[in-house]
Antibody, heavy 119, light 107 residues
Framework: EVQVLESGGGLVQPGGSLRLSCAASGFTFSSNAMSWVRQAPGKGLEWVSSIIGSGGSTYYADSVKGRFTVSRDNSKNTLYLQMNSLRGEDTAVYYC????????????WGQGTLVTVSS | DIQMTQSPSTLSASVGDRVTITCRASQSIRTWLAWYQQKPGKAPKLLMYKASSLESGVPSRFSGSGSGTEFTLTISSLQPDDLATYYCQQYHSYPCSFGQGTKLDIK
């Protein structure tokens, strides 16, 4: 059974940093691209970042480019999102999502982890 | 960047109704479109991909159509379990993008 489980969310002050993790199981992790998608309270879905299976290529939304870094450890079946210089508008539930092989289609999602940026 | 626009933003319908949600892309995305269902307090769930392909396990009352810039998601006979917000997503190119969502209420 495919599972993805996020962790690492919490309350952080503006300008602060946080690292999210996503533990994956039930599929060949290194063969699948992965993404982070976020949802601000009461709002829609916003794609944040993607990374290919090997980790060799990464992609970012303009809203987080230069502040967030996506990475993965295929030996641990874990995806990460390092978030620096956090702003109030980064407050959201962050979902980890597995790509369908060969396309940026999100076929499995975690339950999400809430990041709140506030003083 | 490709912008995705859904209509309507909210929709109220009765059990058994045929429901249609529209998604428009700001430029052609061929058939590189997916639909997701998000129930309150839950993660999104993939319903359709490549505009009209049904994800495994999704009820056959859901169908999708369209190509280029205009797409539709249809529920042939609305069920109480379909209460949710529906999102389209283009995966023609990065940055991939979602529509703003259509909230479906059951009358």
């Amino acid at each position: 059974e495919v599972q993805v489980l996020e962790s690492g969310g919490g309350l952080v002050q503006p300008g602060g940093s946080l690292r999210l993790s996503c533990a994956a199981s039930g599929f060949t992790f290194s063969s699948n691209a992965m993404s982070w998608v976020r949802q601000a309270p009461g709002k829609g879905l916003e794609w944040v970042s993607s990374i290919i299976g090997s980790g060799g290529s990464t992609y970012y939304a303009d809203s987080v480019k230069g502040r967030f870094t996506v990475s993965r450890d295929n030996s641990k079946n874990t995806l990460y999102l390092q978030m620096n210089s956090l702003r109030g508008e980064d407050t959201a539930v962050y979902y980890c999502a597995k790509h369908n092989v060969g396309a940026t289609i999100f076929d499995y999602w975690g339950q999400g982890t809430l990041v709140t940026v506030s003083s | 960047d490709i912008q995705m626009t859904q209509s309507p933003s909210t929709l109220s319908a009765s059990v058994g109704d045929r429901v249609t949600i529209t998604c428009r892309a700001s430029q052609s995305i061929r058939t590189w479109l997916a639909w997701y269902q998000q129930k309150p307090g839950k993660a999104p769930k993939l319903l359709m991909y490549k505009a009209s392909s049904l994800e495994s396990g999704v009820p056959s009352r859901f169908s999708g159509s369209g190509s280029g810039t205009e797409f539709t998601l249809t529920i042939s006979s609305l069920q109480p379990d379909d209460l949710a917000t529906y999102y389209c997503q283009q995966y023609h190119s990065y940055p991939c993008s979602f529509g703003q969502g259509t909230k479906l209420d059951i009358k």
